[in-house]
Each structure stands twice: as C-alpha cells, then as structure tokens.
C-alpha cells in the first residue's frame, strides 16, 4: 500500500559509472558478463570492479579465508568502489559468489551486485509494509535470498547471500 | 545462557538505580521542556499526515520564495536528526512556487538515500522559517517523482522512493542532525547524489558544497550551531500524542544552556555502545529511526514479530535492557531502557507515542544500536552541527 512500485527500470543512455554512450554498454555487455554477482562466477566481480571504477584487493585469492567444516576454505575479492564503498564478494570453493557484504558512505550499485536477484529483493523490499508507516532496518530473510541493510545516512553496511549457497560449515556472520 | 543475559541485565538496572554517577538520567529527574523564546518551534510526536505514524515528531516550517513575502507554511515535516536538509513534497506546494537550481543552464535533482527508502526530484531555493528563526536562500529539495524521471543510478539500491505523502507519511523531512550539507566536500559525480537534467534525461555531476540542500539551521542568522530536541517521557503503553519542542542554539541564549547534560563527541556521526561485555562502535541517535533498533533475537532474548505480522522488523516480546554509549571524547553513560511488544504497542491504533518500540538491527553480526526516537522521551538530547562552536566544544557532537 505505501510501498510504490517503480516500473520497469528504464535505461538511459549512459551507464553508471563509466559515463560512456548506450551502444558502448552493449559491447561491454558482450564482452564480459556484466550483469550480476551473486550466484555467478569469479569473472563477474571483474565487471563489478569495471561498474564500480574500483580497485581490487585480494590477495592471491586467500584474502580472509574462511574456515570450513570440511577443511575447505572460501576466499573473499575486495572491490573499493571509487565512491569510498567497499565491496567484499565471497567465493565458494567451487568459484561461485555466494554472498556480499559492503560498508561506506554510499549504497552499492544492487542493480549490478545482485544481479538475477535484484528484482526478488526489489520486490521484497519494496512490498514491506506493516500496520504502522515505519522507518527501520531492512532485513529481507527469504527462500533463497537474504539481505540486510543497515546504518545511517553517510555509513551503510549489508550483505546479501544465498542460504543454499553457503559452503558447508559457513555461518552468516562470516559475511560482514 | 539466555536466562544468564537476562539476570545480568537486570541486575545491572538495579545497581545503576541505586548508584550516583551511574549516568542515564531518564529515571531520575524529568526534563524541563522550553516552551518560550525566539528560537522555539512546538513539535508532537503523533500519527503525522497519515495519521499512522508511529515514533515521529513533527514540526511546521515555513517556506518562501527568496527575499519575498510570498510564503507557505508546511505542516506534519518530520524532524530528523538523522539527516541534514530540507526536503518537502512536491505536492504540499499549494500556493508558491520555488526558483529552480541550475547547473549549466540545466536544472539541478537530486537523489537522497535513507535507509530504506530514496526521496528524488529538483532541487529549488527557499527563504526558510522555522519557529521564529528564518535562514535565506536555502537549496532545498522538492520531492517529485514526474518532474523529471529518477535516473537508474537513483533505483539501484532498489528502494522504493518515498515522494508522496502515501510513501513518505509526512509533508517533508527537515534533517537536522550533526552536519550542515546533505552530501559534503566533496560531492563528485561519481556518489550519483546530485545530477543535472536537461531534457534528454538526468546524469551526476559535482555538487558545490554552497549548492548542497543544507540543514536550514546552519544558516540561521543566529542560535545556528545546532538544536536541542525536547519531548516529554512518555508512559510504558504508549500514548496518543505528546508535545515537545525543538530548540535552536546550543548556549547562545538563555534558554538553550548545556546544563548538566554531557557531551558525547561524534567525529565520524557515531557513538559506541557497549551492551553484554560487547562493544557496538557503529552506533548513533536518530529521532528519524522509530523504535531501539539493536541487535537481535539471539543477543536480545526477544522474539521478533514475523514477516507476514501487522509489525514486521519490530520485537514482539518485552524486557528491560542497560547499555552504555561512549562518545569518541570518553565520555559514556549508562541507558536503561524497555522493550515491550509491537503487537502490544499497535494495538490501540490512535497511540502514536510508543516509548518502549523496538526492533533488531540485524540478524547476524555486525550489529549496531541505533537510537530511535523514543530514547528522546523524557531527555533533551542536543546535537551540535560539524564545525560548529558551541558552549560544549566544536560539534559533531550529541549532549545529553
């Protein structure tokens, strides 16, 4: 009821962040997976860092290894946006994003990190909606998805991750 | 283990009952509301414009086109300490119309994010009046979601924006909180805040800190180094309404004294809190927060009420709570406080005033408290603007 819905997400004719015409997203878009990071492979938080003019920390690839039940470990790729937001994206032992966590003065670009799930948390976030017009924390726990998102204006903090995704042994409060 | 945080919690309410200095003067003496003086506006914490509001206090301001008398008073603004700047619906313009901000011939919109919503449209200059105090040529933003279309770079935290009185449940927000500028220095285009928008559509650009929808209280011509809100306790059930004021200056008159109240230095806006033997550094006050948002159910011990409730994201279930906040200066104090049920709470739906709401901040760690309103019942909390001076030492800070 109070929620609005935004429609379909019109496309102008730049892309966030590059500043570059439409026609050129469309190359971009064929020559890297460009859309999405959650549930995708290693190669989509290249584009993210693309998307995001970011730098990238990781280490080797053993940045912030997480200790599993079985032994196995996941590995954490740091993007620091050029607008102060960090970007942490966790891959599995298998090489797939399994969750994301991010903290600084701005909201990260969900559109891009979320991917094939944005319009699931969209909608979830969107549709919230109680008794009482509120303003609080958001804190989406659905089959599938989870995001959280908190903070105050000028410091945000969240993540989003995929339950079933979760390596074996991983608890979500890894993801920070 | 959960009975054991209980018994510590409560035993830790009881000896700070009966310790001085223990700080969290909520159960001791009342504070005195302001209600006379220049530098005054009355505020009430009801159901708002909607009239479903719960935890918000609202205020009046007046807005003008600049250096004219041609005026609108605005009522049911939310006042935020959360924020900074003014921002104010399209469609609560009934009678005036504001000049257009531009940037190289085009017009200037911003987007703002808040924490669970996006306000978004142009951004226009008034003359602002609040109580008695009045601030010229203030950039403000008008909220519109037709006047030009929010760019992707505005939707992409996937919020729903909050430009209507149905999305918002108030007629504007005024954001009077620990910085001047909404955006800072700088503002590159890159934070994808502020953008032009010819006809062709909106894209970022730089914003000039002189540009920035500012917290009007910065340029008042006098008591400009902050605010002091004011508001009455308020019983555990709740209550339909309570009035309070909102008190501009901090020591620049003689009824805007610190007094007693001690000074939680915030250079980076946040304070620390320290509950259970944990330390939370990420924490804040904010009147635009409704409800104790903190933790969870597994620290808590409360249940939180379900997705599909009538109180989603609330606790709903009760308990007393002591906690610590420490400013970056190294003063701390204790906070007791209560939780009781949401369900409880709504229950009676003329209540507005609830002081014992309450919600978790996360579901896994990292967690934060973030001050809601109702920690403002029964205190005046002051809250010094970035560079200011003051009586207390340079802002940021929050006094209590």
Known sequence: ??????????????????????????????????????????????????????????????????????????????????????????LSPEGKVFALAWNGPRMPDLRQLLGGYFEQYRAAVQAKSGLRMTREPVLIDEAGLVVQIGGRVRSYTGRAYIPEMLPQGVRAEEIQ | ?????????????????????????SHTTPNTITSTGTNVAPISVNGGPTGDYADAAFASVTLCVPGTSTCQTVDGVLVDT????????SSAFTSISLPQQSSGGNPVAECFTFLDSYTWGPVQTADVQIGSETASSVPVQVLSDTDFAAPPDCTSSGFGSAD???????????????????????????YFQYFE????????????????????????????????????????????????????GIGTESN????????????????????????????????????????????????????????????????????????????SGTVNFSIASAQTL??????SALSNLGGPSSNSAPYYFDWGLPFFFGKNVFVAIDGANTPGGTGPYWAY
Not at chain 1, 52 to 59: A, E, I, K, L
């Open chain 2, 197 to 248: 928008c010819p006809s062709s559509g909106c894209t970022p650009i730089a914003e000039a800190l002189g540009q920035q929808v500012v917290n009007p209280v910065a340029l008042f011509a006098t008591d400009n180094n902050g605010v002091i809100v004011e508001l009455p306790s308020v019983s555990a059930g709740g209550e339909a309404s309570v009035n309070g004021s909102l008190v501009f």
């Open chain 1, 1 to 90: 009821m109070r929620k609005k819905d935004l429609g379909s997400i019109q496309s102008r004719g730049w892309i966030p962040g590059l500043r570059i015409p439409a026609t050129a997203l469309m190359m971009v878009v064929i020559a890297l997976p460009a859309w999405a990071s959650l549930g995708g492979d290693s190669s989509t938080i290249q584009a993210d860092q693309v998307h995001m003019q970011g730098t990238r920390s990781m280490s080797s690839g053993q940045s912030s290894a997480g200790q599993a039940s079985a032994g196995r470990s996941y590995t954490v790729q740091e993007i620091q946006a050029a607008n102060g937001t960090a970007v942490r994206e966790y």
């Open chain 2, 164 to 190: 209507t009185l149905d999305t918002l449940g108030a007629n504007g927000i005024v954001g009077v909180g620990l910085a001047a500028q909404d955006c800072g220095d700088p503002c590159p285009a890159n």
């Open chain 2, 346 to 351: 709504f229950s009676n739906g003329n209540y």
């Open chain 2, 82 to 89: 959360g924020s900074f700047g003014l921002r104010v619906l």
């Open chain 2, 256 to 331: 805007n004294a610190l007094g007693s109240a001690s000074v939680y230095t915030a250079p980076e806006f946040g304070l620390t809190t320290s509950y259970n033997n944990q330390t939370y550094p990420e924490s804040f006050i904010d009147s635009g927060s409704n409800g104790y948002f903190f933790l969870d159910s597994s620290l808590t011990g409360l249940t939180t009420c379900g997705d599909n409730t009538e109180e989603p994201g609330f606790y709903c279930s009760g308990q007393n709570f002591s906690a610590t906040n420490q400013g970056s200066n190294g003063t």
């Open chain 2, 1 to 25: 283990m959960r009975e054991m945080k209980i018994f510590v919690s409560l035993a830790m309410c009881f000896i700070c009952a009966f310790l001085a200095g223990c700080g969290g003067s």
